[in-house]
């Protein structure tokens, strides 16, 4: 009785400390969002919202490095997606196999076993995808969100504009 008590407690002080109610947003740069949707990025004014939005803000700087850690991103990504929808069903079949009758329950184990190991795996495919598009920000923030002083001149006057 105890142990289901403290095995409860250590559930509930692991949820407190692993959630955040606020997310630190560092202005003008380009920030990684947690939980708005997979893949989320605020940068300046705009959330841009999955690989479709973001990929041109990405490409249109034309550094190789960037394009290479964004396409690392979309390969790990796509990876690890396919690895647990085969492990899910991998599972799903051994489960079915191994509750059978005959000679089957030995092999139904080892694919639920199989399953599970390729659930795993994409699991681990989400997480590096995730690491490398973190990894891109970085990079991106770096090199190319600077503020910068402008000068315009016309026939009217001169005028300044700072962009951050």
């Known amino acids: 009785m105890y142990y289901l008590r403290f095995a409860c407690l250590l559930i509930l002080l692991q949820a407190f400390a692993t959630s955040r109610a606020q997310q630190r947003m560092v ?25 479709r939005q973001f990929r041109e803000l990405f490409l249109r700087t034309n550094d190789p490095l960037l394009i290479k850690w964004y396409r690392k991103h979309q390969l790990l990504k796509i990876l690890g997606e396919f690895s647990v929808v085969t492990g899910s069903l991998a599972i799903s079949t051994g489960i ?24 795993i795996n994409g699991g681990i ?17 770096n090199k190319y969100v600077h503020a910068s002083l402008d000068i315009g001149m016309s026939d009217n006057g001169v005028g300044l504009a700072l962009n951050f």
């Not at 202005?27 to 919202?49: C, E, H, K, M, W």
Request: glycine share 16%; proline share 2%; hydrophobic share 40%.
């Open 27 to 51: 202005p003008g740069q380009a920030n990684y969002i947690l939980n708005a949707r997979t893949n989320s990025v605020l940068f300046r004014d705009t959330l841009y919202s999955g690989s």
């Open 96 to 119: 079915g196999l191994a509750t059978g009758t005959g000679s089957t329950r030995n092999s139904g184990w080892i694919v639920a076993g199989s399953g599970l190991a390729m659930v």
């Open 125 to 141: 495919l989400l997480y590096s995808g995730q690491k490398a598009l973190a990894g891109t920000l970085l990079l991106f923030n």
